[in-house]
């Protein structure tokens, strides 16, 4: 079994781990399915019953980082508590990741979005600070959905 990372997110699905870990490697680049590990045959424990083949153990890379994720059930979910931040070059690969990971319009907000798992993503420029210094470039941030860097440019 590969080593962890020292710090790692782990990503708990109802039952739908990997169908994510698919489509994220396919969303970002440098990714892979690195290791999934499923629930032993529901026979040998009543604990697994309904879990045989789901994900116990998934271990995934997107763009070089590490994540972990499993199938845990409906016990809980995501908010926007948490979210990744993705720095992006430039607009172009903010509507890239825009279009592919912003599933549900009423999360949208200054950035943020969720995608079709529910899980809050910030596809924000890499050089967001410099680009909301101005009392104006904020306010036109909180009305943005997504970040569109021309627009903070010429606040």
């Keep these: 079994m590969a080593e962890l990372a020292p710090i790692q997110p782990c990503l708990w699905f109802d039952d739908r781990a990997r169908e994510a870990m698919a489509y994220y490697v396919e969303v970002f680049p440098d990714s892979s399915i690195d290791r999934i590990d499923e629930y032993p045959d529901e026979s040998l424990d ?21 994540f972990t994720c499993l199938d845990g059930g409906p016990l809980f979910t995501f908010n926007e508590s948490i979210s990744f931040i993705v ?20 999360a949208e907000a200054c950035g943020w979005c969720k995608d079709r798992f529910g899980v809050s993503w ?29 627009e903070l440019e010429h606040a």
């Design 87 to 106: 720095a992006c070059a430039d607009q172009a690969e903010i509507d890239h990741y825009w279009e592919r990971l912003s599933h549900v319009p009423d």
């Design 46 to 66: 009543e604990h697994f019953r309904g879990m045989s083949g789901k994900v116990l153990n998934g271990q995934f890379t997107l763009n070089g980082v590490p």
């Design 122 to 150: 910030q596809i924000i420029p890499a050089n967001m600070g410099e680009l909301t210094r101005r009392p104006e470039q904020i306010q036109v941030m909180m009305q943005q959905k997504k970040i569109v860097i021309s």
